[in-house]
C-alpha cells in the first residue's frame, strides 16, 4: 500500500478518534451534574422521584445530542470519507 | 478490520416520477404502519364495560398517553393525544422492528425522522399562521429585537435539524456499534476455534472432556455461576474445536452468541424507547408553544 493511502487511514483513524474523544466530553459533564442534582432533589424530596426521574432522562437526551453529532461525524469519517 | 456498515439498499425502483426507490426503510415503516392499524383495530373492537384481559393494558397505554400530552400541553390540548400517540408507537416500533433481523429498523434511516421532524414544523408553521396571520408569523421572526433576525430564522432550522438527527444518531450509531462489536466478538472466536484445531483434534478433545466433568461437577456440587459458565464455555469451545480439527464443521463463531445480545438490549430497546419519549414530548412542547393560549373566557 503506498505511503498516500496510508496517510490517508491514519488521518482518519485519528480524525474519528479526536472527534469522538471531544466530543464526549461536553455530554459527559452536562449529564453528569444533571443526574447530580435530580439526585439531590430526589433526596430531598423522594415523593417527587418519578417526576424527577422522567425530567432527567429527558434532560440527559437532550443533552446526549451533542454527542451524538460528534458520534455520527465520526462514523462518517471512518466509513464514508 | 472488515465490519460492513451500509445503508438502507434499495429494493426496487418504481419508474414513474423518474424513479421512487424503494428502500429496507421504506419496507419496514409500511410493516410498522401496518402493524399499528390491524393493532388498533382489532384491539379497539367490542370493549367491553369492565375491561378483561388485553383491553386493560390498552386502556392503560391510552391513558398513560393522553396524560403525557395533557401534562406537557395542557388541558384544553388534549386533543394532540392520537397524534402524539402515532408518533410514539409508530418510533418506538420503528427501532424495535430491527431486532428482527432480517428487516432494519425505520428509524435507522435519516430520511424517516427527519420527515417526522419537517412533518411537526409544518404543523406549527401552519398553527402560527392560522394563530397571527402570515405577517404576524414573519413579524415574529425579528421578535425580540430586529437584529435577532437570522438567529431566529437559524433556531427555526436547527430545531427540526437536531431532533431528527438525535433520534437517528441513537438508533443508526447503536446499530453500528452492535455491529462492530458482533465482528469482534466473531473475530475472535475464529482465531480461539483456528488455535484449538490447529495442532490436530488432541487439544479439542482433552478440552471437551474437561469442559464435560467441569460442568457436571460444577452442577452437582451447586458450585458458584462462574464455574458453570467456565465449564460450558470450555465445553462448547473443546466441541467445536474438535469439529473444526476434523474438518466437519469449521469457524461458527460461538463466542459472539450471548455477550453483543445484552448490549443491542441497551442500543435497540432502551434507547429506543428514550428516544421516542424524547421526541414525541419535544414535539408536544413545541405544537403546544405554536398553539393559541385557551381562552379562559370561552370555557366558563
Known sequence: ME?????????????????????????AVGE?????????????????????????????????????????????????? | MNVSVDGAFVYFIIPIFGGIPITQTTVSSFLVTLLLITASIRLGKNLQKRPTGIQVLVEKGVGMIYDLTTSAMGEHNAHWAPFMGTIFLSSICGSLIGLTGFLRSSTADLSCTLTWSIMVSVIIWYNNIKANGFVGWL??????????????????????????????GNVAGG?????????????????????????????????LVVGALLLIFAVLKKKKLSLKILGAVSLLL?????????????????????????????FD???????????????????????????ENAQA
Open chain 2, 139 to 168: 413579524k415574529g421572526f425579528t421578535e425580540p429585537v430586529a437584529v435577532m433576525t437570522p438567529m431566529n430564522l437559524i433556531s427555526e432550522v436547527a430545531q427540526p435539524m437536531s431532533m431528527a438527527f438525535r433520534h437517528f
Open chain 2, 175 to 207: 446499530g453500528v456499534i452492535t455491529t462492530i462489536i458482533y465482528t469482534a466478538f466473531s473475530m475472535l472466536s475464529a482465531l480461539v476455534l483456528n488455535l484449538i484445531s490447529a495442532s490436530g483434534w488432541a487439544v479439542g478433545a482433552v478440552l
Open chain 1, 3 to 27: 505511503l498516500a493511502a496510508a496517510i490517508a487511514i491514519a488521518g482518519k483513524a485519528l480524525g474519528a478518534g479526536l472527534c469522538m474523544g471531544i466530543g464526549a466530553i461536553g455530554p
Open chain 2, 269 to 295: 430497546i432502551f434507547s429506543g424507547f428514550v428516544q421516542a419519549l424524547v421526541f414525541t414530548l419535544l414535539t408536544m412542547v413545541y405544537i403546544a408553544g405554536s398553539l393559541p393560549e385557551p381562552q
Open chain 2, 238 to 266: 473443546g466441541l467445536f474445536g474438535l469439529l473444526q480439527a476434523l474438518g466437519i464443521l469449521s469457524d461458527v463463531p460461538i463466542l459472539s452468541f450471548g455477550i453483543p445480545a445484552v448490549l443491542s438490549c441497551y
Open chain 1, 32 to 81: 453528569g451534574n444533571a443526574v447530580g442534582h435530580a439526585l439531590d432533589g430526589m433526596a430531598r424530596q423522594p415523593e417527587a422521584a418519578g417526576n424527577l426521574r422522567t425530567n432527567m432522562i429527558l434532560g440527559c437526551a437532550i443533552t446526549e445530542t451533542t454527542g451524538i453529532y460528534s458520534l455520527l461525524i465520526a462514523f462518517l469519517i471512518l466509513f464514508t470519507l
